[in-house]
Structure formats: structure tokens, C-alpha cells
């Protein structure tokens, strides 16, 4: 792509659109991009897998198109099905017109007005504004035959509709796939994509995406909630708060006016970034006040 030129153009243009990254990660985007490679992601939850997408389909000015990966999905549901009541709706209309020409309508019913495209037809469809953005997120909620059969479909960018033939994208679509890695993906649909490991931000880097998606909170008040989140990501909890729930505990404060961080505050808040009660009762009582006195700690080189 002319206008992503390079590593520096990848990172600028994520940045533009409030997506903080190292090089590592503008890296391998960079080649995707420029190699037509799919890009495996893989991370826990909330350190941004998803989010990359959405930036990279608003800076390009691309189409996103999401295939919600959950355990049961089939390879019908990711890229077809037919409208069947509007068929019954057209079989019985033609049937009281008279008109039931068995296969004429045949021909009809198995037509485009009657195709309900999903995600992956969808991705293959060609589109003015140039290839499309193709999410495949949480690919590890998924079962082993639906990975077989994007294996297939990204070797190919193609996919079969008996009805009507086989339809080749123009130009594959930018595939990105994530996982939470709850399971472990096949390495042969692995070797096709380039892969990269989302981690949690050091606390530099998520000053400056807290700075980016929450620029209203005081630097002072950022200072101190990144602390404390990378603090608690140290305990032994169920669900380590990701990126994602930095962001939405600083807007929570915000919200509440909150200037500076205190245990009463701290436990009256704990909804925005723990989504497990056992990891909730774990902060009650004294242990808020020691991993908040523990981040504080951090921020000050004297001690």
C-alpha cells in the first residue's frame, strides 16, 4: 500500500486513530499489509487484539466486516443462507398466480435476491473503497472442523455455493484473526498467517493510551490508575484486567469526578475493572489499601 509505505507509516497512521503500539506490533502489521498475509493475533482479553482492526479499517478507510467466532459455529453460518420465508412468501404467490413454472422458479429462488450473505461472502465481495477489513475474533471459541475449513477459505480466498458456483474474492480482504488462546489453534492454520503476541502494555506505553482514549483525565490521575492496574495485574486473579478496562475505569472516575485514587474509591469502582466476584472480594478490606499504597510506591523514586 503506497500511502503505508513503511513501518513508520503503519505505527503514524494507528496512532492517528488513538492506537498506541511498538514497533513489534507495527512491524508485522506492516507486512501483512504489504505481503497480503493474514495476521494472527493472539493475547489475553482487553490488551487491544480487536481494536487494531477497527483502527486499521478507519485509517484506510476500509470496510470492516466481523465474524463473531462461538463454539458451534459452521461454515453455513460464516458465509451463507437462504432467506427461506421469502422463498416460501415467493413459492406461494407463484403458486396463486398460476405461474409455478418448476424451473423457472427453481432458478429464481436459488438467485441473489434470495442470499443472505455473512462475513466471509461478505469479504469477498469486491467494494469501491478497495479490499475490505475481514475480523475473525476469538478464533479459539471454534471447533477443528470449522478451522479446516478456513483453512481452506484463506488459501484460497474463495468459497463454493452450490446454487451458484464458486465465487473468487477480486481482492483478498485484509484478514486479521485473534484469539484468547482459551485453546490452542492448529499450527496449519497458524503457518498461514503471520503471528504476533499481544501482551499488557509496560507502564509507559499505557500512560499513552490511557492519554490517547482518555485524554481528559489529569496526568496526575492517569499516573495513578496505571499504577494500580499494573499492580493488581501481579495478584493472583482469575481475570487480570486487560487495556480495555483501564480505559473504561479512568472514564469511570471521570465520571465521578475523582481526583485522586483512595481505597474508599477503589472499592466502589472495582465493577470497572474486575468482571469476577471471587477476584472482587479478593480487594476488600485492607488489600485495595496495599496495592494501591504498592503503586504509589512505584511512582515515587525516592522510595
Known sequence: MKDLASIDAVQTMLEQQGYICGRALATVVFLSLTLGRPLFLEGEAGVGKTEIAKALATGLNRKLIRLQCYEGLDASSAVYEWNFPAQMVAIRTAEAAGTADR?????????????????????????????????????????????????????????????????????????????????????????????????????????????????????????????????????????????????????????LDVITLSPEVIADTLGAILKYQDDIAKLHGSEAKRILDQAKASLDPAK
Open 103 to 255: 424451473k423457472a422458479l427453481t432458478a429464481d429462488l436459488f438467485s441473489d435476491d434470495f442470499l443472505i450473505e455473512r462475513p466471509l461472502l461478505e469479504a469477498m465481495r469486491p467494494d469501491e473503497r478497495g479490499a475490505p477489513i475481514l475480523l475473525i475474533d476469538e478464533l479459539d471459541r471454534t471447533d477443528a472442523p470449522f478451522e479446516a475449513f478456513l483453512l481452506e477459505a484463506l488459501s484460497d480466498f474463495q468459497v463454493t455455493i452450490p446454487e451458484l458456483g464458486t465465487i473468487r474474492a477480486p481482492e483478498p480482504p485484509i484478514v486479521i484473526l485473534t484469539s484468547n488462546r482459551t485453546r490452542e489453534v492448529h499450527d496449519a492454520l497458524k503457518r498461514r498467517c503471520l503471528y504476533h503476541w499481544v501482551d499488557y502494555p509496560n507502564f509507559d506505553r499505557e500512560m499513552e493510551i490511557l492519554a490517547a482514549r482518555a485524554p481528559e483525565a489529569s496526568e496526575a490521575l492517569s499516573r495513578e490508575v496505571v499504577a494500580f492496574v499494573q499492580q493488581l495485574r501481579t495478584e493472583d486473579l482469575f481475570k487480570k484486567p486487560g487495556v480495555a478496562e483501564t480505559i473504561d475505569w479512568a472514564k469511570c472516575l471521570l465520571a
